[in-house]
């Protein structure tokens, strides 16, 4: 059955086995009563709080994912500029300032799976609350700290923002699940661009200001931007479609995760495996695709562009390869994105120019950044009921956070061989292999779910 609201179409949903499988409701006739055997989920596939729910994630996701995609600014100022170290001792090394990035990362997933819980509970807009407070705060301590005190920046910027980050990356993009089942892909893609976006903004608002004011100053300008804008999202988000809380309600305190079933779906197991081992090595160029043009050369003033590049292209990435995976399954599209991703990887060797360096970056944005924005959706795909995107979502980011948090400080370390000299082919190479293994994973993940449902044309 379905509802006509704000100009869209409302479905009532079921859980039902096998999985996959969405039926309207299931009601059954006795004693002249309806009686609704079922638990039901309301999800609507559009309309003015959908779209709104959009827009405050792509705000969120600008303000977190974006952020830290800018990394590369700030590796690039550690490296160069701050000099941190471990009590005044000799300049930190690259593996050991990957750490601020990498754990930042590691704290916005590791907490998936109890974030994840949270949100099928119903605490969506506390944590998106708790969530802005902490990452403004934690913006603006980190512009105030120190330099050479490296446990200062550690704490401000790898715990304390990763930690809000947490708080409202997952949420964000969960939600999108219960707004959207046909134009699932497209809205998630369209509210990931977000990310891209602050990728590009970011790094050239921290590098203009930190030229013309102070870096510490360009830190409190973007936090003071990142607070005006998480304000806007916690007002526009829904949590649920505006009508039959109710029956919402009901269902979010109904269905709970079957953990026997999760850990014995062999092919969200490999999927969780494949994005395992793609995270160790997917982001090394965007965290060190910078000082590898610098090291080639390239002036300084032309390579501070390159995250932005990345994250230019990232942002058609997560659009048209979603808008496709809408029509022929997000498994579908998500194999040769990663196919491609690999190809382009080992093409780093070949490098010797800026307008090299402009190419692999907005290639390597576009098809790397499908993969990030089409990640949620095969996860969502791969659930059996409403009630459990969150837990199954969580789970899955809770233990790629460990790859996320290795992945990047491994690749610092291969690069340094020497106090003043870098060495880049076993970083690009293990980057190359990573994607492509996870790929493979992914191919194998498709077997067993397609085998399973009995139908692979769209998957």
């Not at 050479?148 to 409202?168: C, D, H, P, T």
């Not at 497209?186 to 990310?195: C, E, N």
């Not at 899955?396 to 460990?402: D, G, M, Q, S």
Request: net charge positive; glycine share 10%.
């Amino acid at each position: 059955m379905s509802v006509d609201s704000q100009s869209s179409t409302l479905h009532i949903e079921t859980s039902v086995s096998p999985p996959f499988t969405e039926k309207s409701i299931n009601e059954e006739e006795s004693g002249g009563q309806v009686q609704d055997n079922s638990i039901v989920c309301l999800t609507s596939d559009g309309g003015l709080d959908a779209w709104m729910t959009v827009a405050g994630t792509w705000l969120i996701q600008f303000c977190t994912y974006g952020y830290i995609s800018a990394f590369g600014a700030y590796q690039d100022f550690y490296t160069r500029i701050l000099h941190l170290s471990f009590k005044n001792l000799c300049s930190f090394t690259p593996p050991k300032k990957s750490w601020i990035g990498s754990f930042q990362l590691f704290m916005q997933y590791a907490p998936g799976v109890l974030v994840g819980r949270a949100f099928d509970a119903g605490y969506f807009r506390y944590m998106i609350a708790a969530g802005s407070i902490l990452q403004v705060f934690s913006m603006f301590m980190l512009s105030l700290t120190q330099r050479g005190q490296y446990y200062q920046v550690f704490l401000s910027q790898a715990v304390g923002m990763g930690l809000g980050q947490s708080l409202l990356f997952l949420p964000s993009i969960t939600i999108i699940g219960h707004h959207f089942k046909r134009r699932r892909a497209l809205a998630t893609g369209i509210a990931l661009s977000g990310a891209s976006v602050g990728g590009i903004i970011w790094p050239i608002m921290l590098n203009q200001l930190r030229d013309r004011v102070s870096f510490a100053n360009g830190i409190r300008a973007t936090g003071a931007l990142a607070g005006f804008f998480l304000l806007i999202a916690n007002i526009i988000t829904k949590s649920k479609p505006s009508m039959n809380m109710r029956t919402l309600q009901q269902t979010a305190n109904s269905i709970k995760p079957n953990f026997r079933d999760i850990f014995s779906d062999s092919a969200y197991l490999i999927s969780i495996g494949a994005a395992f081992c793609i995270s160790l090595g997917l982001f090394f160029p965007y965290f060190y695709l910078q000082l590898y043009a610098v090291e080639k050369g390239i002036a300084e003033g032309l390579t501070f562009y390159v995250v932005t590049i990345l994250n230019a292209g990232s942002f058609f990435g997560r659009l048209l390869p979603n808008f496709i995976a809408d029509r022929i399954g997000p498994y579908n599209m998500l194999i040769p994105c990663l196919i491609i991703s690999s190809i382009l990887a080992f093409s780093i060797f070949g490098i010797h120019s800026f307008a090299g360096v402009v190419v692999f970056s907005f290639l390597y944005g576009f098809w790397s950044g499908s993969y990030v924005s089409l990640i949620p959706s095969l996860l969502t795909q791969l659930c059996t009921h409403p009630g459990e995107h969150g837990t199954r979502m969580g789970l899955a980011f809770t233990l790629v956070a460990i790859a996320l948090l290795t992945g990047s400080p491994i690749e610092g370390a291969l690069i340094k061989t020497g106090s003043t000299e870098y060495t880049w082919p076993k970083s690009v190479i293990f980057c190359g292999i990573m994607v492509l293994f996870g790929a493979i994973l992914m191919v194998l993940s498709r077997h067993i779910f397609v085998r399973r449902k009995g139908n692979g044309s769209r998957v």
